[in-house]
């Protein structure tokens, strides 16, 4: 990960229901599960936003970590990590919404993006069989075995959903090494054929489930779907927030969570024309403006929430960039 940004271009980023969910799972069965997020540097409450983007790799390291100290290589696999519900709400009703599995599937791949940066989805139909695909950034590095599992065990959920749940797959294709799953793939799919060292992993299915209409009634729209970051101050302002309310991010900090220098990032975001304080103050405007549609909120909290250390701080600095009070704001919208 050094200096990926700095080779790259934007941080792949994943939404942070992911990590939710394994720290549910993980805090069900006695794991310290705080003492995880603090070594893998994600926020102590990250369980409070579950729609807040973090970065891929340290949603990896956190998942690679907690597997090899906890001794649970399954983890991936898992139905409380696993489960459909875990996806971003928008991106799930857009899947569920699709009149037939083939389009359902088509818009599980063109909308990924909403979900996981660093994952590649898409869907190859032949004559007879259906391979629904998926492949990552980094095939073979920490976290990787875990999060293809979790990403096909998705795909199944789309296709179980349209099918009936007693549907099962022809084969399972991993991308994964198999030395790098240390417990017997067909007992953990159940009997069902796996193959390991491939291209690419995939879900195997035949061709005429793919006729399956759909049986779910969209219950209305919804904006919960929203594209990602698309530059390195955007990955920031989208992952800084969480991080708020234990004091003001550092730099350095920053630069760690995004996998390159302290001065590799001031030359990105430069060459972006922002800066990092520009970015911070963006990211708490930004927020702030969320948290003061709440009419019950306390200002007081809001000001914690965004790491000021007091009211007063806090009020001065919306005030320059709104010219109104936080009050003020709350009342005219």
């Known amino acids: 990960m050094d200096d990926f940004a700095a080779q790259h271009g934007p941080v792949p980023v994943c939404r942070a229901g992911l990590v939710v969910a394994q720290a549910k799972f993980l805090r069900g069965i006695g794991a310290p599960v705080d003492r995880g997020l603090q070594r893998n540097r994600l926020p102590g409450h990250i369980e409070e936003s579950p729609q807040s983007w973090v970065t891929n790799y340290r949603s990896r390291m956190f998942t690679a970590d907690m597997a090899l100290r906890e001794d649970l290589p399954t983890l991936g696999l898992r139905p409380e990590v696993t489960a459909f519900n875990n996806l971003n709400e928008g991106y799930r009703r857009a899947m569920l919404g699709a009149p037939t599995l083939l389009l359902a599937l088509k818009r599980m791949a063109s909308l990924s993006k909403v979900q996981n940066t660093a994952s590649i989805l898409w869907v190859e139909v032949d004559t007879s069989r259906v391979r629904s695909c998926t492949t990552f950034l980094w095939p073979h590095e920490a976290g990787h ?60 299915f035949p061709r005429a489930l793919l006729r399956t209409p759909s049986d779910y009634v969209d219950e209305g729209s919804d904006n919960s779907i929203h594209g990602p970051p698309t530059s390195l101050g955007g990955t920031l302002e989208a992952v800084l927030p969480t991080y708020f309310r234990d004091g003001y991010p550092s730099i350095e900090m920053a630069s760690e969570l995004v996998g390159c220098s302290g001065r590799t990032l001031q030359r990105k975001l430069r060459q972006e024309g922002s800066s990092y304080r520009r970015v911070v103050q963006s990211a708490r405007f930004a927020a702030a403006k969320d948290f003061l549609q709440d009419p019950e909120m306390p200002l007081t909290a809001i000001s914690a929430l965004l790491g000021y250390s007091e009211l007063s701080a806090f009020s001065r600095a919306f005030s320059a960039w709104t010219g109104c009070s936080p009050s003020e704001y709350r009342e005219r919208h």
């Open 145 to 204: 075995s875990i999060a293809e599992q979790i990403t096909l065990s998705a795909m199944r959920s789309v296709i179980s959903a349209y099918t009936g749940e007693q549907f099962v797959p022809q084969r399972i294709l991993l991308q994964s090494r198999r030395r790098d799953m240390p417990f017997n793939l067909e007992i953990a799919y159940r009997g069902v054929t796996v193959l390991t060292d491939q291209p690419y992993g995939a879900i195997e």
